[in-house]
């Protein structure tokens, strides 16, 4: 494939694929958007067309990115734990105080 071409296919249930080159190939999976491009421009003013999923995609990362990041500054994870133990305190006790966090700071 050459940068800018892309397979896309939809079956019955609305669920979407894209293969897509841009610089690397991706392949990608949706059941919310259609095989749909539209045209952005990056940092040098250049025009390009991007499937809406990748749009998408990009703009609501940060929120994940963030969360991620706030969880690994502080972990209670003990060595002693078994590994069952250590994903319920890793689930409940970071997860828990991140989104707590940014409850707070969202009001």
């Known amino acids: 494939m050459q940068t800018g071409e892309y397979k896309a296919q939809e079956n019955e249930k609305e669920i979407t694929v894209i293969k897509w080159k841009d610089k690397r190939e991706v ?3 949706s059941t919310k958007h259609l095989a749909k491009f539209v045209k952005t421009t990056n940092k040098r003013g250049q025009e390009k067309c991007k499937p809406q999923i990748v749009v998408d995609y990009n703009k609501t990362k ?8 706030m969880t690994a500054y502080s972990s209670p994870l003990r060595k002693s734990l078994r ?9 409940i006790l970071n997860t828990a105080m991140v989104n707590a966090l940014i409850s707070i700071y969202a009001y």
């Not at 940060?62 to 990041?69: K, R």
């Not at 590994?83 to 689930?91: H, P, V």
């Open 27 to 29: 392949l990608l999976l």
């Open 83 to 91: 590994w069952y133990q250590k994903l319920g305190f890793e689930l």
């Open 62 to 69: 940060g929120a994940i990115d963030l969360s991620d990041q």
